[in-house]
């Protein structure tokens, strides 16, 4: 989930964009008599995204800012409102609501610098507890039964964190991330906090080997950053939560990751991370994962309205007792116009077992068969109004998976797919925010 990205906080150039918010900051200072807010070994805040991860400077996400005494607040946040229709035996429809908004609050503390962060959802209550129709999705279980050709609604609280970031000396930082409910270092940022795909309403099918411990009861996390390179490692719960969406599914800090960021430039963020998740799923206590991860990301501002992202994602998972690797690669971008709109693609290849896919007859005599499937998805937001602090669209999501011929009688076809419309409501782009170097 950019997670909310301290990293909404918009950036908005190459070279020319960190002398631009330089400017920005010093003219936000002048609205009140608090210094800004500044991290460590010169990182700029909107280059934080979900969690502890970066994204591109050059690049940013739709957000508010404002001063409230030596407190800077940020909020950040999406509401879709969309018709779902997924083709085939396996397919549905469903009218529903996707949403989360999240609120950061950062002031000066020490030699450092604070942030209090909270990210909220309702999908359980406005896409049920199964989640919304997507064809070849799978992750999570309800009332006993594996979820799949759906994505699960995300929890209520996604996020309620602090981070602290304390400079060493000019050069170095200790960062430090605590999270009743957070993202430890593990993989790329979010696919909702991604540049590369926030206007995309619909997770990717590789969620669960890539960025699905965004959601997690119980993280600890701490990195040292030298300018524009961190490494950093976890503890965390990577107990997959339950089906009640309200509450926090606290357990004990048995799984760990480590990982290492570098934006050499700001138009490029590279990420590699590796992590053991203990007993991900309550009810087989004994299985457990090593999943690792690498993720470029690029991006570009073209204007002070317009931005072009993208980002090539690889995430493999083995299992405890499961042979072998299952590999996920995952390709998308983002060209995005404030006044006009937006328009995505994403293309994926997965592989995944007849147990994920929770396959009937012949198939669950071998679950741990692997299935190579894929998936290519256009789709577009065309603005409608903007307020001073809003951006209200109208957009339509298209996507076509290849299953194979094995999967042929269970889905209808080799090809199926599946066509999402909504409006989506979120902030306007704001100047970027970036702390002084």
Do not use: C
């Not at 993989?187 to 080997?209: I, K, N, T």
């Not at 339950?242 to 990420?271: E, H, K």
């Not at 992202?309 to 998308?332: K, N, T």
């Amino acid at each position: 989930m950019r997670r909310l990205a301290i990293g909404a906080m918009v950036a908005s150039a190459v070279a020319p964009a960190r002398v631009r918010a330089q400017h920005d900051a010093h003219d936000m200072s002048a609205m009140s008599d608090k210094p800004m807010v500044r991290f460590g070994a010169g990182v700029p805040m909107n280059r934080f995204a979900s969690g502890t991860s970066w994204i591109p400077d050059a690049v940013s996400l739709p957000s508010q800012s404002w001063m409230a005494g030596d407190w800077h607040l940020m909020a950040h946040g999406y509401g879709f409102l969309q018709f779902d229709h997924q083709s085939g035996p396996r397919g549905a429809d469903q009218l529903g609501s996707l949403n989360w908004g999240m609120l950061m609050a950062s002031r000066p503390l020490g030699a450092g610098a604070l942030q209090l962060r909270t990210m909220l959802s309702v999908d359980a209550q406005t896409v049920g507890g199964t989640g919304y129709p997507l064809l070849l999705q799978t992750g999570e279980s309800y009332n006993g039964q594996v979820i799949h050709d759906r994505q699960h609604p995300h929890d209520a609280f996604m996020e309620v964190a602090a981070l602290y970031d304390h400079p060493i000396t000019k050069d170095f930082a200790l960062e430090l991330y605590v999270a009743p409910s957070g993202e430890p270092a593990l993989g790329p940022p979010a696919f909702m906090h991604r540049p590369s795909s926030v206007d995309d309403l619909a997770a990717p099918l590789g969620h669960h080997w890539q960025d699905a411990s965004h959601v997690s009861f119980g993280v600890a996390t701490a990195g040292l950053v030298w300018h524009d390179l961190k490494i950093e490692a976890s503890a965390f719960n990577g107990r997959e939560p339950d089906q009640n969406r309200w509450n926090f599914d606290f357990a004990p800090l048995q799984s760990y990751s480590a990982r290492v960021t570098a934006n050499p430039t700001p138009n490029w963020s590279l990420t590699a991370g590796f992590g053991f998740i203990k007993s991900p799923e309550a009810a087989d206590a004994g299985h457990s994962m090593h999943r690792a991860l690498t993720a470029v990301q690029y991006g570009r501002a073209l204007s002070d309205d317009r931005q072009f992202a993208a980002a090539v994602i690889w995430g493999g998972m083995s299992h405890s007792d499961r042979p072998g690797v299952l590999h996920s690669i995952l390709a998308e971008a983002e060209l995005a116009d404030e006044e006009r709109g937006s328009l995505f693609a994403r293309a994926e290849f997965v592989q995944k077992t007849a147990d994920d896919l929770a396959l009937p007859g012949t198939f669950a005599a071998d679950p741990e068969r692997a299935f190579d499937l894929g998936s290519v998805s256009i789709g577009g937001v065309r603005t409608l109004s903007r307020t001073a602090r809003t951006n209200l669209g109208i957009g339509a999501r298209v996507s076509a998976n290849l299953v194979g011929s094995a999967l042929e009688s269970t889905y209808g076809g080799r090809v199926t797919g599946g066509v999402m419309v909504f409006l989506r409501l979120r902030p306007r782009r704001s100047a970027p925010m970036m702390a002084a170097h």
